[in-house]
């Protein structure tokens, strides 16, 4: 398993900028596609503290006083309708196996985020495979996991596949925190290849991890990133990169939502099925800001 992995521009907030830091904006959607006759893609928004979970609507505003947030993207794959399965299962996962993280970030227990995510999506990974062993309509099936657990100062990440986490830091730039899994997403990573050429390689979907799909040994790509008011996150299927360039996912996702317009989520599904929507679509964005009155 990876190391936790902090970019190299991130640092921890300083407690006064911490303490402003306390309140989430959220939005998220999925989209079919123009073409695909099912939705594999699924997405989670939710908080919770050692007793409870609550699910969260598709947009929203909350405090970080008191509770975690977890938002994950999950891209199902496998024959007829096992990957919409696969996906689903991933998502329940998530809201049975988080809950005991928080008590351990309420002890003060940072080093425990890296077992838990390790964890979970360990075991995940296991469930997978047995459904996929054990009935036949489930052999190979699989999917791909981007989560993004806030607490109020950190950012911590685990994924494993193509789905990506972007982080747009408030004072300008994006960068991609997750490692694609894949032949092509090494070559980018490593300058070999540049975003066109990527799009275009015939290899593009080829993944070299997931969980499931027959995949006997896992290792997800977990780190962490400090967050301030004014930072974004973007949590994305692939079928949203299919559709927008790099640089239209950075306008897009810092525009501000006109009040009773499209949410920023909702834009940038929007704009990626129009302009390709050969493959189901899902974004979930998350916006750091100061709570009100500060």
């Known amino acids: ?14 407690a006064d900028t911490a303490l402003a830091a306390s309140a989430l904006h959220w939005s998220g959607l999925t989209h079919v596609g123009r073409f695909r006759p099912n939705n594999e893609d699924a ?55 988080l809950p005991r993280g928080f008590r351990l970030s309420a002890a003060g227990l940072e080093s425990g985020f890296q077992d838990i995510l390790s964890e979970l999506f360990s075991a995940i990974h296991a469930d997978l495979l047995k459904l996929g062993f054990s009935y036949e309509e489930c052999a190979g099936m699989g999917c791909t996991l981007s989560l993004a657990w806030f607490t109020p100062e950190w950012m911590y990440f685990g994924h494993i596949g193509d789905s990506r986490i972007y982080y747009l ?27 066109r050429e990527a ?22 790509h977990i780190g962490a990133v400090g967050h301030r008011p004014g930072d974004r996150f973007l949590i994305c299927s692939d079928g ?10 950075d306008e897009l996702t810092r525009a501000p939502a006109p009040a009773g317009g499209p ?31 500060t």
């Not at 949410?263 to 964005?285: F, I, Y």
């Open 1 to 14: 398993m990876s190391a936790p992995e902090l970019p190299p521009a991130s640092v921890p907030p300083a």
């Open 43 to 97: 997405f989670l928004a939710l908080n919770f503290d050692g007793h409870e979970v609550r699910y969260l609507g598709k947009t929203g505003q909350a405090s970080l006083a008191g509770a975690d947030f977890v938002f994950a993207v999950s891209d199902g794959m496998g024959g007829a309708k096992s990957g919409e399965f696969a996906s689903r299962i991933t998502i329940d996962r998530i809201t049975r196996l």
């Open 169 to 195: 830091p408030h004072e300008g730039g994006m960068t991609q925190l997750s490692h694609d899994h894949s032949h092509v997403g090494r070559l980018r990573r490593k300058g070999e290849i540049n975003e």
């Open 199 to 220: 799009r275009n390689h015939p290899r593009r979907n080829a993944l070299s991890q997931a969980l499931g799909a027959g995949n006997q040994f896992i290792e997800p």
């Open 240 to 249: 949203l990169v299919d559709g927008l360039w790099d640089r239209q996912l």
């Open 263 to 293: 949410s920023v989520a909702q834009r940038l599904v929007d704009e990626a099925v129009a302009a390709s929507g050969r493959d189901n679509t899902t974004a979930v964005v998350i916006e750091v800001a100061a709570p009100p009155g």
